[in-house]
DNA sequence: CTGTTAGCGCTTTCAA
DNA sequence: TTGAAAGCGCTAACAG
């Protein structure tokens, strides 16, 4: 058994700290911190004592102790309503790698849990002193936007464009995407148009843009219906019946996200409707499975990865010390016409 | 616009401490510690006293400070692979909200993200002393498992049950999955069986198995593919469209995971197999859409959601105080019959 | 029930 | 290139 290195943890079941890998190293503590934090400061050769002894004692710092004094913990957090929106999760990971590649460390907090307030929730993120925030959605609390700007902490508001953003803003129009989906449903020449949408502010803004467009271009929006946060299939399949029911002569139903769309989908090949023949379908999201559906899925795609990308840059400027340029970028979104429309 | 009280930051720039609120209540800095922390050792009078300072600084608690001197940062850390994998997101969501409860914070860190190496990633982790990690997967690294032995850290483990846990195992095994996946194949009466598999270490091991009851069984196994992660239902789609040029007789396909599953479902419709008539489908996972395709998915069922109650009830047994009792539960899983076979 | 003192582990600042 | 002193903001331990 001594082809692994033995452990050495302090000689009590004390952790190691600093002083104790400056003792063994024959420096000061401060040395050693340079070794971990500005290497270029200190010699080769002094640097090579230093990281044996780290080695050997299995050293691992204290990021607590070292961001209370230095201000700056390295670490930037981000809310997400729940891991289980799978809308957001590239922009995590690329918001994640790129922030790695620059010693940032990316931790997410679920903000959509049971009894959880926004504003507990953010003093709770506040309380860690994350050096960045990361936002999926606009805060909706005045007072936790306010101690957000107090703090004069880098933020990123993203999968939006509102008017009004703490500092930041990476997204797009969702009534601009709204209408364009209305407008394709309009340019294939479907006359009975259901609505099939999920109780979520965004959605709404999206909804409303699509039935506006719709109702100007005289289109008949036979039914509509909405279904709870968080969708799946299941309410998609659901939500066709209760449409059909409503109107049973619907040519096309137009879904909030593609997880609704792909329940239509199944619930149409279930009562024998050909689409999009007998019924078009058309999504949002432009999810994984949306282009491996069959018939494939017409959806909207978002530059998810970008988004991560985009806000990953501004917060890394921020943090080299600019000031807080306000940033709105618009990343857009795209119109797939597949098979289902 | 005097509806909204004035945020009052300091005078300066400078952020609010405990100082700041014990001075303006005119009590001392641990008594609006104790306010915060332990409010039933502070009388009624004071504590209001207090609450109204904080509430007129928005003062926000330091926890790096907090967690630096009492050794408890009340931040528990998971390890996901992706965000991306929604066989996590009850796990996550339960154990949040259990946590939660007890006043300590998840925080997920992706464990995927490219130039991740483990080790280094446990070392990071580490370096912001969360009171407890929970794991999606159990660590391969030894120096990383060590770091954690060494610090006695409460740690969960969880999806799987191997041999040797750090110190919690909550899961169930892939191994007796696989064989029941086989098993309900074969009671089922399909002879010419596709296995489709993602190329994953767990998913490995419920291949094997699988594997290995047919064979006994004496059924041919007509074809194998394999698929690299991140898995989707593109995957499914191409995956079926291979195994069926290896033999285009196959009568069944078992996938590893739903998603392909999913995908194999879809190309069998595109080619005019009828599922389960000219080809039986199985998954795993039940994953929420699988109970509504169409036709249903036969799939295992694992109880997510427990598996985060577990974890969450073991960790916190252990922060509070209890020995590091060694814990291996088995949360089983559960074969569902529906459609596709 | 409230306060005083000391110090957690690290990095900043200044000096050599 | 290295080090000494000071202190970040908070809570444990003890005293009153």
């Known amino acids: 058994m001594s082809d692994t290195p033995p452990p050495i943890p302090d000689a009590a079941g004390r952790t190691v700290t600093l002083d104790d890998v400056a003792r063994i190293a024959k420096v000061s503590a401060i040395t050693v911190s340079r070794v971990i934090n500005r290497p270029h400061l200190v010699s080769e050769r002094t640097a090579k004592r230093v990281r044996s002894a780290i080695a050997r004692t299995g050293y691992v710092p204290n990021l607590l102790a070292g961001g209370l004094v230095s201000q700056r913990s390295r670490l930037v957090i981000a809310l997400v309503p729940s891991v289980a929106n799978p809308a957001f999760t590239e922009t995590m990971t690329h918001l994640g790698t790129r922030l790695a590649a620059a010693r940032y460390q990316l931790l997410l907090c679920q903000s959509e849990l049971p009894h959880q307030e926004e504003s507990t929730l953010i003093d709770a993120v506040l309380s860690r002193r994350p050096d ?170 978002v530059d998810s990865a970008r988004i991560g990308e985009l806000a990953a840059d501004h917060l890394l400027r921020r943090l080299e010390g600019d000031k807080p340029t306000s940033l709105v970028h618009d990343v857009g979104f795209e119109l797939l016409v597949r098979e289902s429309t």
């Open 132 to 301: 960045a925030l990361v936002l999926t959605k606009p805060l909706s609390t005045p007072t936790a936007r306010q101690r957000l700007l107090a703090r004069g902490l880098p933020v990123v508001e993203s999968w939006e464009l509102n008017a009004d953003p703490i500092e930041a803003l990476v997204g797009f129009s969702h009534a601009a995407a709204g209408a364009a989906m209305a407008r394709h449903m309009l340019d294939h020449g479907y006359q009975r148009i259901g609505l099939l949408w999920s109780e979520d502010q965004r959605a709404e803004t999206r909804r409303r843009a699509c039935l506006e467009t719709l109702i100007e271009a005289g289109v008949a929006v036979g039914a509509q219906a909405a279904v709870p946060v968080p969708v799946g299939m299941r309410h998609g399949r659901e939500g066709l019946a209760r449409l059909l029911e409503m109107d049973p002569r619907l040519d096309a139903v137009i879904c909030s996200i593609d997880l609704l769309a792909q329940g239509v989908l199944a619930e149409a090949q279930a009562r024998g409707l050909r689409v999009p023949h007998d019924l078009g379908v058309l999504g949002f999201g432009d999810f994984e499975f949306a282009a491996h559906t069959h018939p494939r899925l017409s959806t909207v795609r």
